[in-house]
Nanobody
């Protein structure tokens, strides 16, 4: 059974930093694309960042480029999202997800991701 569990969310002031972690069980992280998405109240879920299964290729939403960094630990089977220079508009529930490793480029849409975590709340105060 595949399970993903996020941790590390919380309340932070604008300009601060947080690191989210996602632990995956039931799959080997090196064989799957791993992505982070977020959903703010009243808005649709949106892509944040992704890590390719095949190499160190990463991709980011324009809104977080230069501020967020996605990484993976193949020994711990985890993926992390380091968030810096946080803004109030980054407030959302953050989800990690796993997609079968097809193709080199990790997906930036939700559909290919077949397993999701429960989400962790990130709140950035102004």
């Amino acid at each position: 059974q595949v399970q993903l569990a996020e941790s590390g969310g919380g309340l932070v002031q604008a300009g601060g930093s947080l690191t989210l972690s996602c632990a995956m069980s039931g799959r080997t992280i090196s064989l799957y694309h791993m992505g982070w998405f977020r959903q703010a109240p009243g808005k649709e879920r949106e892509f944040v960042a992704a890590f390719s299964w095949s190499d160190r290729l990463t991709d980011y939403a324009d809104s977080v480029k230069g501020r967020f960094t996605i990484s993976r630990d193949m020994v711990k089977n985890t993926v992390a999202l380091q968030m810096t220079s946080l803004k109030p508009e980054d407030t959302a529930v953050y989800y990690c997800a796993s997609a079968p490793g097809m193709g080199r480029t990790p997906p930036k849409v939700s559909a290919p991701y077949d397993y999701w975590g429960q989400g962790t709340q990130v709140t950035v105060s102004s």
